[in-house]
């Protein structure tokens, strides 16, 4: 598949290559372009070249070009999903999902295009000022391969419905459906230039959009370490940037909560994508009333995950997005053992078997009792592995809670609302949830605190990101 770049399929400067793999079978499934920096600055020419008109439409022009393009990703779900599937790894019933993810994106902001806001104030005999609002010009948007549709979206819907034109770059192991839902959008009516997809690596195109001088703001979403060398070069040109960094969420069960809801909370907070999610449950604390029937029905649960390639029927948990990242799980688990660290209640090591050795498949794995210095805590875990600790109080809780450099989200579990209103005040975090963890629809600002990253991604927040104010001052 080509890069998209003015509205032209561009095959790249020398003829280099990168391999798409297939997660489940080690396969290769596709090639992309491996893009330099003479395409980022292609890509750039082209958006500064359709920034003027894109930018003098109305709102709601721009906003029907959005819906358009939802409805054609509508039409066509079924193959861009598997397409995701081939290429991420993830259930064929999550793909859709998030394609269908996609399109709500879109229509939330085409829905909101006549929101866009502008103020009169009234200064008295001095005069008065109008401040309105404008977009920024060309803007980056570097997306991860755990999701990269709905990513794409928030970063894309928000910016081009303020008028900006884009320079994206897909992550290197999920480009596919990156450049063809681009191509949606552009038979939807989308002017050519107006988003740009560049392939290739990080350390080239992504820096290579992070360093331009004519990108006004970049969005990222990846891990701590890339956004910190993002915001370090980002001020070299004076850019604005968002930062969707990782997370390491806590989910607090109370002793009153339905132990059969949260159970089923927390396999599919921990288990969907299988694990590699930003805002995953990454740590489990229930209180010890509960405890013991709650991780009986949990491991049942867990234990009954049909694990294998995305495309079959009836798969509930899919392979990890290739062998590097099975490989990391592997060492977390293979160090949590060699250190007796705690105990493993369900899976803990990579599957085998003829469905599974060609491909990049972990048992979905729950470990109870952890030490408290454990990296399963610590750090990171991208992958299907399910931590649980008891507490008693919950002071006890919201301090382990918050035993991390993170806050993404969080969530606590129960029918007490001033229990949920003592962990939403004390637990750092940009999203709380009560009895649920995971669901994040486009009208929620999504962002984290801390590690987690800058800003905000969705809502109307998003979209002011995505403006600058002008203000006009008329004196008497
Ligand atoms: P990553 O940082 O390796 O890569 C993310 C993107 O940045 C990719 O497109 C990559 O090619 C590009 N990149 C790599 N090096 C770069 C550089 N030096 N300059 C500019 N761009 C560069 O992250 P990943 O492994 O693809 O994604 C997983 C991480 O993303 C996890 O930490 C996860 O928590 C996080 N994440 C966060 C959110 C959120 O909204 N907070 C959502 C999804 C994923």
New binding site residues.
Partial sequence: MHMRIGGRDVAGADDRWMPVMNPATGEEIDRVPEGTLYEVDDAVRAAEDAFPAWASRTARERGSILLRGASLVRERYGEISRLLTLEQGKPLRESADEIRGFANVLEYYAGIAGLFPGEYIPLGPAGDAIVTREPLGVCGA??????PAL?MAWKTSPALLAGNTLVL????RTPLTDCVLARTLEEAGLPPGVLNVVTG???VV??GI?RHPRISRVS?????E?GL??QELAAGSFKEVTL????SDPMIVWKDADIGNAVAGAVRGRFYNAGQ??TAVKRLFVHENISAEFLQRLRKRVEGLRVGNGLDEGIDMGPLCGPGQRDEINRFMEDFKRKGEGTILAGGEPLRGPAYDRGSFFAPTVVKDVHPESALLRK?V?GPILPVMCFDDLDTAIRHANETRYG?GASIWTRDISVAREVFARVNAGVVWVNRHLTIPPEIP???VRA??LGRENGSQALLSYTRTKTLYIGR
Avoid: D, H, Q
Wanted: include cysteine; hydrophobic fraction near 35%; aromatic fraction near 10%.
């Fill in positions: 570097i997306i991860p391969w755990n999701m990513l770059k897909p992550a290197s690596k990080g350390e992504g820096e992070v990222f979403t990846g891990n701590v890339t060398r993002v969707e960094l990782g997370g999610t930003c990171e991208f993404l999504f962002g984290g987690s990253g």
